[in-house]
């Protein structure tokens, strides 16, 4: 299974190009809906019908819950990479921490997410090593 950050969604809804990648894993039933990038595809929806169709589209896709278990990965996550030096946004952590609970892949264009430990990316370039 494959978890698409916000990015990937909005590029799917509004029919960019780079949504083809994922509108080929929903067809699969390979797309999982994460909380961080359902929030944040909605927050860009300005009308209520737009918002009630988009709900509609994602409701009947997989959905990925955080636990406690998984908040507290992504808090060692943010922690560690601060330790570094490195940030990254936190709904992106999240993403990951999901990802890696439930060893799924991540559907990104952000190279950011190359730097979480372990993080398995969808090759939207060629073929998935899943």
């Not at 929903?26 to 990038?37: I, L, T, Y």
């Not at 990965?73 to 936190?90: D, F, T, V, Y």
Request: aromatic content about 6%; cysteine-free; glycine content about 10%.
């Amino acid at each position: 299974m494959v978890i698409p950050d916000a990015d990937s969604w909005i590029d799917l809804l509004n029919g960019h190009p780079a949504g083809d990648h994922l509108a080929k894993l929903v067809d699969e039933g390979q797309a999982v809906v994460v909380g961080s990038a359902l929030a944040e595809v909605l927050r860009g929806i300005a009308g209520e019908p737009e918002r009630q169709r988009v709900i509609g589209f994602l409701d009947r896709l997989d959905y990925a819950e955080m636990n406690r278990a998984v908040w507290i990965r992504a808090g060692e996550i943010a922690s560690g990479l601060e330790a570094q030096g490195l940030r990254i946004p936190m709904s992106d952590i999240y993403i990951g921490a999901l990802a890696l609970d439930g060893d799924h892949e991540v559907l990104t264009r952000d190279k950011h997410f190359e730097r979480i430990p372990g993080l398995r990316l969808y090759d939207w370039k060629g073929d998935s090593d899943a």
